[in-house]
């Protein structure tokens, strides 16, 4: 089972990022599905979630009407970005968790992150 997360890079503030997270080597369609972020020295935090069958959604608050999460087919998530602000510098994970979308870490499957950097 693999989690591939894409997509990162720089940006200025006020632009757009549009990652992607692409999973395989199992069906994903039971699955929650959740983006997180760690900065230098911080702890790994929730970002977005998306249920398993891709109807509901959840944000942290300081992501909420700038971030999108979204899933295409069982297998794909993806979270577009705007308004990206230098707060938002850190490494983006992707993780998937058997039926439920916590917003804490206890998530089944990792992958291996996306650094997202956005200068001012």
């Known amino acids: 089972v693999q989690l591939q997360a894409s997509g990162g890079g720089l940006v ?5 990022l549009r990652l992607s997270c692409a999973a395989s080597g199992r069906s994903f369609g039971n ?3 959740g983006w997180f972020r ?8 929730f970002v977005a979630g998306v249920n398993r069958f891709g109807s509901s959604t959840v944000y942290a608050d300081s992501v909420k009407g700038r971030f999108s999460v979204s899933r295409e087919g069982l297998n794909t998530m993806y979270l577009q970005m705007n308004s990206l602000q ?3 510098t850190a490494v983006y994970y992707c993780a998937a968790r058997a039926l439920v979308m916590p917003t804490t870490t206890s998530y089944d ?7 997202v950097t956005v200068s001012s």
């Open 12 to 16: 200025q503030a006020g632009g757009s």
């Open 31 to 33: 699955y929650a599905m």
């Open 38 to 45: 760690q900065a230098p020295g911080k702890e790994r935090e």
């Open 86 to 88: 230098t707060e938002d």
């Open 109 to 115: 499957y990792w992958g291996q992150g996306t650094q």
